[in-house]
């Protein structure tokens, strides 16, 4: 199987397309002015106890307060309130977390009531982002991934993953761990250091241990309450560190910064494959040229067809995602409806588990399969859906079919769910429902360059439009676009791209910059 990763840095938004043997498998995108990501710590108040929920809320700067459970707050909670505490008294010298006196263990029946003040400050990280009306949720239990190891400040313990199956090589490790972490810190030991030698491991606790210290003179320092004192690395790195996986046979990314970050991680993780990554620099939008733009808008939307026309119908909910397996026109099976019913379930199960995965849909999961009278057909459907499944890296658990033909999964659930907008807006009537004559488009574009060349004094840039209204730019010996040429200059370019709408356009000057050159829209 062949996995190669394509990154579309914008300077609006970073998106990061996964492919398998050539199929889209996962896509995730950010908007760069986001924040409250999952990852990040704050330094915050406690503004609200809740007894009767055994929780607090807590202001981080997001426009809803932020949840915290009593159970987030740790088993080690009084060791790190404590030695916050201290770091905040002391604006001057930062007291040594490895000579920080540790406490006695959080009951787990205790109350938040008697643990926590009104207007405490802590230490919080965040492990949900903000989904629908809810705020962001909580933890105290910080940790620091990273791609072999999990820092856990103040933590005791150093845990193994359950996937390494080796003794020797679990033993192997935890000495190792136990041998380099500093005092008072835990570890979790990721599957991906199997094999790893010691210098390896002892170069990324380094890395972990200087952001854990940054973390705590950010603290130190910080005037007013909330403040953010750690954000994850830099948004491409850090939606790639789970993501990444030695065996790609290619990494393209579209910047040249963002290029030069992911090289430098590869480098460290995986020196012997930092060839892999690749700057793009062909004409094309990046996803246009490796055929993602198209997969993207046929993945996503609430049907999704599949092989011989059979389709899915998915539905998202506050409280669930339903989905609706339905035959088509497909034509019937030879060996009768029920084997029909199970092949187009078979497929549906398998179009599902990639929807899973590239929506990143969290949550619970209900399934409608075509109903199924034999039981060993049912069972094959189950135990299908549970291998294919195993491709995914979210937690999941998955039970069979009721005698209503219902599947049940649920899903790990840390950010909203990726609902991409395939329906295309009329970017010239605004969804008024009427436009300009659409014979005229090109005297309209033509009015736009003469006053970017002629008024705005901008000589190169570049015009994205539909590729049908490109291809019309272009034909003919003389073109529209030589006509421009001749007029305006060698810096007009037109370039195809199939994320615009059929009469939607956009200009880009010659350092990439979007130029808003779009008409306002009238008010009647």
């Known amino acids: 199987m062949t996995s190669e990763l394509f990154i579309d840095a914008q300077p609006q938004k970073i998106s990061i397309a996964l492919t398998e043997d050539k199929k889209l498998v996962e896509y995730q995108e950010e908007m760069q002015s986001e924040s409250y990501a999952v990852g990040n710590i704050y330094l915050a108040k406690v503004r609200k106890l809740m007894t009767g929920l055994n929780a607090c809320f807590l202001n981080v700067g997001h426009e809803r307060d932020a949840f915290l459970h009593y159970p987030d707050l740790g088993i080690q909670f009084n060791s790190l309130a404590k030695y916050i505490h201290q770091v905040r008294s002391d604006k001057k010298n930062l007291y040594p977390y490895e000579k920080a006196s540790i406490q006695v263990d959080l009951p787990k029946d205790g109350s938040v009531q008697?643990?926590?003040?009104?207007?405490?400050?802590?230490?919080?990280?965040?492990?949900?982002?903000?989904?629908?009306?809810?705020?962001?949720?909580?933890?105290?239990?910080?940790?620091?991934?990273?791609?072999?190891?999990?820092?856990?400040?103040?933590?005791?313990?150093?845990?193994?993953?359950?996937?390494?199956?080796?003794?020797?090589?679990?033993?192997?490790?935890?000495?190792?761990?136990?041998?380099?972490?500093?005092?008072?810190?835990?570890?979790?030991?990721?599957?991906?250091?199997?094999?790893?030698?010691?210098?390896?491991?002892?170069?990324?606790?380094?890395?972990?241990?200087?952001?854990?210290?940054?973390?705590?003179?950010?603290?130190?320092?910080?005037?007013?309450?909330?403040?953010?004192?750690?954000?994850?690395?830099?948004?491409t790195v850090g939606m790639l560190r789970d993501l990444f996986n030695?065996?790609?046979?290619?990494?393209?990314?579209?910047?040249?910064?963002?290029?030069?970050?992911?090289?430098?991680?590869?480098s460290l993780i995986a020196p012997e494959r930092t060839n892999i990554v690749k700057q793009y620099q062909g004409k094309l939008p990046i996803f246009d040229n490796f055929d993602?733009?198209?997969?993207?808008?046929?993945?996503?939307?609430?049907?999704?067809?599949?092989?011989?026309?059979?389709?899915?119908?998915?539905?998202?909910?506050?409280?669930?995602?339903?989905?609706?397996?339905?035959?088509?026109?497909?034509?019937?099976?030879?060996?009768?409806?029920?084997?029909?019913?199970?092949?187009?379930?078979?497929?549906?199960?398998?179009?599902?588990?990639?929807?899973?995965?590239?929506?990143?849909?969290?949550?619970?999961?209900?399934?409608d399969f075509i109903d199924m009278k034999l039981a060993e057909d049912r069972q094959t459907l189950y135990e299908h859906m549970c291998e294919i499944m195993k491709q995914d890296r979210a937690r999941h658990n998955i039970?069979?079919?009721?005698?209503?033909?219902?599947?049940?999964?649920?899903?790990?659930?840390?950010?909203?769910?990726?609902?991409?907008?395939?329906?295309e807006?009329?970017?010239?009537?605004?969804?008024?429902?009427?436009?300009?004559?659409?014979?005229?488009?090109?005297?309209?574009?033509?009015?736009?360059?003469k006053m970017l060349v002629e008024k705005i004094g901008i000589k190169k840039f570049t015009l994205h439009v539909h590729p049908y209204v490109a291809a019309y730019l272009n034909q003919g010996l003389i073109s529209?676009?030589?006509?421009?040429?001749?007029?305006?200059?060698?810096?007009?370019?037109?370039?195809?791209?199939?994320?615009?709408?059929?009469?939607?356009?956009?200009?880009?000057?010659?350092?990439?910059?979007e130029i808003n050159m779009n008409e306002e829209i009238e008010i009647k």
């Not at 993945?299 to 035959?327: C, M, P, Q, W």
């Not at 790990?412 to 907008?421: G, H, I, L, T």
């Open 425 to 449: 807006v009329c970017p010239t009537c605004h969804g008024q429902g009427s436009i300009k004559s659409s014979f005229l488009f090109d005297e309209m574009l033509e009015g736009k360059i």
């Open 246 to 266: 030695p065996s790609y046979e290619n990494i393209y990314v579209n910047n040249q910064q963002v290029f030069e970050e992911v090289k430098d991680y590869v």
């Open 480 to 513: 529209i676009r030589r006509k421009w040429i001749m007029r305006y200059g060698r810096g007009v370019h037109v370039i195809p791209s199939q994320k615009l709408a059929f009469l939607q356009y956009e200009f880009y000057d010659d350092k990439g910059q």
């Open 399 to 423: 039970l069979p079919l009721t005698k209503f033909g219902l599947m049940q999964i649920t899903r790990q659930r840390v950010r909203p769910v990726m609902d991409v907008q395939v329906e």
């Open 114 to 235: 008697n643990t926590l003040q009104q207007g405490q400050e802590l230490l919080v990280q965040i492990i949900k982002e903000p989904i629908s009306t809810k705020g962001p949720r909580l933890t105290c239990e910080i940790t620091f991934p990273g791609r072999y190891i999990v820092l856990i400040p103040f933590g005791d313990k150093v845990n193994v993953s359950a996937k390494i199956k080796s003794a020797e090589e679990r033993a192997r490790l935890k000495q190792t761990i136990q041998s380099i972490k500093p005092k008072n810190c835990g570890v979790i030991i990721r599957t991906v250091a199997e094999g790893k030698r010691v210098a390896e491991l002892d170069n990324e606790m380094k890395v972990l241990t200087k952001r854990w210290e940054e973390t705590l003179r950010r603290a130190q320092q910080a005037k007013e309450c909330p403040t953010l004192v750690y954000e994850e690395t830099g948004r």
């Open 292 to 367: 993602i733009t198209r997969q993207i808008k046929s993945g996503f939307g609430r049907t999704v067809s599949y092989k011989h026309g059979a389709y899915l119908i998915i539905e998202h909910t506050e409280a669930l995602h339903v989905v609706d397996v339905n035959s088509g026109n497909r034509a019937k099976n030879k060996d009768g409806q029920e084997a029909n019913a199970l092949d187009v379930n078979l497929g549906a199960a398998d179009e599902l588990a990639r929807q899973l995965r590239l929506r990143d849909m969290g949550g619970i999961i209900v399934v």
